[in-house]
């Protein structure tokens, strides 16, 4: 699948929302958050550099709100439990962005300009289901969920599993 920047999410399980759902959950070790999709290639050269930026950074939390299917509820790929509250991760993923450019890395992420944070819980593996997946999730709430963002990691995503290639920690101080 790839390389990306983001944050593996623990502590909280979701997978009883797809229950019943013609979906593949993801196991709760699994749940992450992508800020920037770098695409098959491993970047090389860069740790030094987002060790600087991100370092910057203090902790932060953002909030799960609902539910919704990514990238679209026509043709959905993903279940995903939304993330508000997200303007410190817009200026992380900024910054991300502008040392990989400086760095001459080119990003395979084709949603680069149209960012969605989320929680992705499941796999839509079934085509013409968005309607039945958007009625089933439209009334449920995650109630009130918080994730602490307090590293970025350069994640490797392979047969269904997610793993850390290494992490940058922000200021918890």
């Known amino acids: 699948m790839g390389y990306f920047y983001g944050t593996l999410v623990r502590g909280i399980d979701l997978t009883w929302v797809l229950r019943g759902l013609p979906v593949e959950a993801l196991s709760p070790d699994d749940y992450h958050i992508t800020i920037v999709y770098v695409g098959d290639r491993e970047p090389k050269g860069v740790k ?3 060790e600087l930026a991100l370092g ?3 902790c932060f939390e953002v909030r799960l709100s609902g539910f919704e299917l990514l ?3 026509a043709k959905p790929r993903v279940v995903a439990a939304r993330v508000v509250d997200n303007g410190e991760l817009v200026r992380v993923r900024s910054t991300i962005i502008s040392v990989l450019a400086k760095q001459s890395i080119k990003l395979s992420d ?3 300009s149209d960012f969605k944070p989320h929680v992705t819980i499941g796999y839509v593996k079934a085509k013409g289901i968005g309607d039945v997946l958007q009625e089933a999730l439209e009334d449920l709430e995650v109630g009130d969920l918080a994730v602490r963002i307090s590293e970025i990691g350069l ?4 047969g269904g ?3 850390k290639v290494y992490g940058v920690g922000l200021s918890c101080g």
């Open 56 to 58: 910057r950074f203090r």
């Open 155 to 158: 994640i490797h995503a392979h």
């Open 48 to 50: 030094e550099q987002l």
């Open 161 to 163: 599993r997610y793993s």
């Open 71 to 73: 990238p679209s509820p």
């Open 110 to 112: 084709r949603y680069l």
